[in-house]
């Protein structure tokens, strides 16, 4: 069993930055490929980063590449997703999840304002 809990949403500015964590607990960080997905008023769930266990593969999905930069640090537990240039489409819901087992966090609040 593991436990996800994500923080560091809030309201920011079209052009603004946030930085979201998802601290872990519950079983061995390392044995974990850790992603951040979205979801925004309306739609569906969707892909926005993964990170592998040793932090060597590191895939985004095209609205965010070059913006968004996913981030471990194994020795904490911690994933972080660095959002720089942010939009208003950027809105939603930013869930961390982590695999093998398919565990998803409660997810945090991001608001980007025009």
């Known amino acids: 069993q593991v436990q996800l809990v994500e923080s560091g949403g809030g309201l920011v500015q079209a052009g603004g930055s946030l930085r979201l964590s998802c601290a872990a607990s519950?079983?061995?960080?390392?044995?974990?490929?850790m992603g951040w997905h979205r979801q925004a008023p309306g739609k569906e769930r969707e892909f926005v980063a993964t990170i592998s266990r040793s932090g060597g593969d590191i895939y985004y999905a095209d609205s965010v590449k070059g913006r968004f930069t996913i981030s471990r640090d194994n020795a904490k537990n911690t994933v972080y997703l660095q959002m720089n240039s942010l939009k208003p489409e950027d809105t939603a819901i930013y869930y961390c999840?982590?695999?093998?087992?398919?565990?998803w966090g409660q997810g945090t609040q991001v608001t980007v304002s025009s």
């Open positions: 999840n982590c695999n093998p087992g398919g565990y």
């Open positions: 519950g079983r061995t960080f390392t044995v974990y490929h």
